[in-house]
C-alpha cells in the first residue's frame, strides 16, 4: 500500500488545531480554527472528498484519533464521503496507552510505530494507508522514508508557534510537485512526493552568473 500523508498548512508551516479553536491548545496554542475560514468553497470539498476516495485505510496518532473520534461518529449524512470514509474503512491507531479505541473497525498498533507501518504498507489491497493530522506521528514517518506522498492544503495565515509537519531534526529532502490547485477561497493545495536532496550554488564564469548543481 502506498502511505501518504495529509495535512492542512499555515505559510508558517504549523499544522496544530486547523479546525477550531479548542481543537489542540496544548503547548500554549491559541491560534486554533485557522483553517475554517478556507473551508467553504466547492473547490475545497472537492479536493478532500478526493482525498478520501482513494483511502484504503487511515492511520492515526493518538491526539487525533481522539479528536476524530468525538465528532465523526455524529455525522451520518450518507453523501458526506469524509464522514463515511472515516466511519466505515478500517482504521490504525498508533499508541501505547490505548487499549479500547472505542471506534470501528480500529486496530491498535502497539509496538514500534516504523515497523508496524513498514510491515503495513507490505500488506496487499486497493487503496492507500493515509495519515491525517497527527503530525508527531508524520513527522516520525518521514525521518524513516516511509512517506510516498504529501497532499498538503496551505493557508494564507501565519500563526508563529505550533507543531509543524517538517521539525527542525527532520532530514533533508527534495519534493517533486507533482499537482497545484488553487480554490476559490484562496488556499493552495499540493501533491508533493519525496525527491532526493539536492544542493547548488551560483558562481561566476566567463564574467556571467551562473547555477550549478554540486550534489
Not at 564564469?205 to 547555477?211: K, P
Amino acid at each position: 500500500m502506498r502511505l501518504t500523508v495529509h495535512e492542512f498548512v499555515t505559510l508558517d508551516g504549523v499544522v496544530q488545531g486547523p479546525g477550531s479553536p479548542d481543537e489542540d491548545p496544548s503547548g500554549g496554542f491559541a491560534a486554533g480554527g485557522w483553517m475554517v475560514p478556507y473551508t467553504s468553497d466547492a473547490d475545497f470539498g472537492e479536493i478532500v472528498d478526493g482525498w478520501f476516495a482513494r483511502a484504503g485505510a487511515l492511520l492515526f496518532g493518538r491526539r487525533t484519533f481522539e479528536l476524530m473520534r468525538a465528532f465523526w461518529p455524529q455525522v451520518d449524512a450518507p453523501d458526506d464521503r469524509t464522514a463515511v470514509a472515516l466511519n466505515t474503512k478500517p482504521k490504525y491507531l498508533v499508541s501505547r496507552t490505548v487499549t479500547e479505541p472505542g471506534w470501528d473497525p480500529t486496530t491498535v498498533l502497539a509496538g514500534d510505530p516504523v515497523a508496524a507501518v513498514a510491515a503495513l504498507k507490505e500488506q496487499p489491497g486497493e487503496g492507500e494507508l493515509q495519515v491525517h493530522g497527527s503530525a508527531r506521528l508524520a513527522a516520525t514517518l518521514h525521518a524513516a522514508g516511509l512517506v510516498d506522498e504529501y497532499r498538503l492544503i496551505w493557508a494564507p495565515v501565519t500563526v508563529g508557534a505550533g507543531k509543524r509537519l517538517f521539525t527542525p531534526d527532520a532530514p533533508p529532502s527534495g519534493f517533486t510537485l507533482v499537482e497545484s490547485r488553487t480554490t476559490a477561497g484562496g488556499a493552495l493545495s499540493t501533491v508533493l512526493r519525496p525527491a532526493e536532496f539536492r544542493r547548488g550554488d551560483v558562481v561566476v564564469e566567463d564574467g556571467r552568473e551562473v547555477s550549478r548543481i554540486v550534489d
